[in-house]
């Protein structure tokens, strides 16, 4: 998972100040903390499929910006979106979503197949006279904004790993560098002037450059990673500060332009091998979302940006519903949430419901409960 650097410059987007208690009607129904010994959180079942539609970004040789995503989410509520199409564009989905009531968010996410995340989980340290370790705090609890790390900072160096092949045809290949020409615009007679010499590359001259251009794009792309377990003990250690920490619980429902970009990640022994020529979007999907089989563990759900490295992702204050607090907590570091919570109090946010884990009496479990 992402690293803890300290935040430089920039904005993705800007925190959006909803969630106010002012603005926000009392619930007529509890929607639950989403704890539990046997079943831990939806989250670690959501799934949502990625095909990548445009591949200018990572072509190996035209190095340009930008990759578009879209979500494949079959619609399972009566209303259908205007498209009238089971495979919505991501921006489509989100305004369909933003339609809906509270409820009715709930429940597209609920019935799609597999299921959606309901909730996602961080877990962070605190540490009361590190000033940095504070505000890194700070911005998740009062400025409502996710911190996009570059993979170069992660504590895995094979994240985002990737073989490149380049097999095909004379005319796979010819049609492929046509198509890439023409989407960086460049007009009939200088691509009819560069096609052959493209096309005459070696397979492994083609695979180094897209391997280049890769490794290029991969140190710009943002991330913020998300745990699938508040139960998980080694989650706990690693990420919280050995339990001294916090596991903060995110509804995706409260926050859908957000949360539902989070996809989960899958494991594997082995790098995707992408073939250039033929498989490039599939393979890009893989890429973004594979790691070794020693993560997994993590259950991990990532958000990904191209191009969007060390860059701030605002949420609406009201989708960070719970605070679960470590079970070695000390005095100094609660003391410390407490003064960060009357800061978003003041601020006009709802102060999210906090729980505490405990070591379970005879099991290797933890056991999480709501606070008094």
Not at 128 to 134: E, I, L, R, W
Not at 181 to 193: F, I, M, N, T, Y
Request: glycine fraction near 8%; charge should be positive; include cysteine.
């Amino acid at each position: 998972m992402e690293g803890q650097a300290k935040p430089r410059q920039g904005v993705a987007r800007t925190a959006r100040a909803h969630g106010r208690a002012k603005d926000r009607p009392s619930p007529n129904r509890s929607s639950g903390p989403g704890f539990s010994a046997h079943s831990p959180s939806t989250a670690t079942h959501g799934r949502a499929k990625v095909a990548v539609t445009n591949d200018r970004a990572y072509n190996g040789l035209l190095d340009s910006p930008g990759v578009s995503c879209q979500v494949r989410v079959p619609i399972a509520m009566s209303k259908i979106p205007p498209t009238g199409s089971s495979d919505i564009q991501f921006g489509a989905m989100i305004q369909y979503m933003d339609s809906l009531n509270y409820w009715q968010r709930r429940g597209f996410l609920w019935r799609q197949d597999p299921q959606l995340a309901r909730f996602l989980y961080k877990f962070r340290p605190l540490v009361p006279d590190n000033k940095t370790s504070v505000d890194h705090m700070r911005d998740l609890l009062v400025r409502s904004r996710l911190w996009l790390s570059s993979p170069v900072s992660f504590n895995d160096p094979f994240d985002m790993a990737i073989r490149f092949i380049a097999e095909g045809t004379v005319t796979e290949r010819k049609e492929r560098f046509e198509a890439l020409l023409k989407r960086q615009g460049v007009k009939w007679g200088e691509r009819s002037r560069r096609l052959p010499g493209l096309v005459a590359k070696g397979v492994d001259e083609l695979a180094a450059l897209a391997q280049g251009a890769h490794e290029k794009n991969v140190r710009v792309t943002g991330v913020c990673s998300f745990g699938g377990d508040p139960h998980s003990i080694q989650m706990w250690s690693h990420y919280a500060s050995n339990h001294e920490g916090f596991c903060l619980q995110f509804e995706v429902a409260k926050d859908v332009g957000v949360f539902v970009l989070a996809l989960p990640v899958e494991y594997s022994n082995e790098y995707p091998v992408v073939n250039w020529i033929r498989e490039f979007r599939d393979g890009l999907k893989a890429t973004m979302l594979r790691k070794h089989t020693g993560w997994r563990y993590e259950r991990e759900q990532r958000i990904v940006l191209p191009e969007a490295a060390e860059q701030y992702l605002g949420f609406r204050a009201e989708s960070l519903k719970g605070i679960i607090i470590g079970c070695r907590v000390k005095p100094a570091t609660l003391e410390c949430l407490h003064e960060l919570l009357a800061e978003r109090s003041s601020a006009g946010f709802l102060r999210p419901t906090l729980y505490r884990a405990f070591r379970h009496e005879s099991k290797y479990r933890l056991v999480i409960k709501k606070e008094a």
